[in-house]
């Protein structure tokens, strides 16, 4: 059963900007913290940036230049990446914070790449 829906990933150069999205069900949505994640092959799956009310939080390697921001209005969560380098390049995923396991969504592709 999936809660979470992520989209926006795609193709962009080095130096350049995307934002990704995340939709949710309401009831999840209005009472959670949550966080954007991501996972490359062969590597864990890591939190990259996470939010709760009005407090944010940021993995060391994203810090400054991503930023996370909720719209309870419309039930989503978005991702502005900004200076993206080819490191970003991972299947970006959103959850709770922590995450549920069976709140996993398939994910958006980010490809960092000239």
């Known amino acids: 059963q999936v809660q979470f829906v992520e989209s926006g990933g795609g193709l962009v150069q080095p130096g350049g900007s995307l934002r990704l999205s995340c939709a949710t069900s309401?009831?999840?949505?209005?009472?959670?913290?949550l966080g954007w994640y991501r996972q490359t092959p062969g590597k864990q799956r890591e939190l990259v940036a996470g939010?709760?009310?009005?407090?944010?939080m940021y993995a060391d390697s994203v810090k400054g230049r991503f930023t996370i921001s909720r719209d309870n209005a419309k039930n989503t969560m978005y991702l502005q990446m900004n200076s993206v380098k080819p490191e970003d390049t991972a299947v970006y995923y959103c959850?709770?914070?922590?995450?549920?396991?069976?709140?996993w969504g398939q994910g958006t592709q980010v490809t960092v790449s000239s």
């Open positions: 939010i709760s009310g009005g407090s944010t």
């Open positions: 309401r009831s999840i949505f209005s009472i959670s913290a």
């Open positions: 959850n709770n914070k922590p995450a549920i396991r069976s709140y």
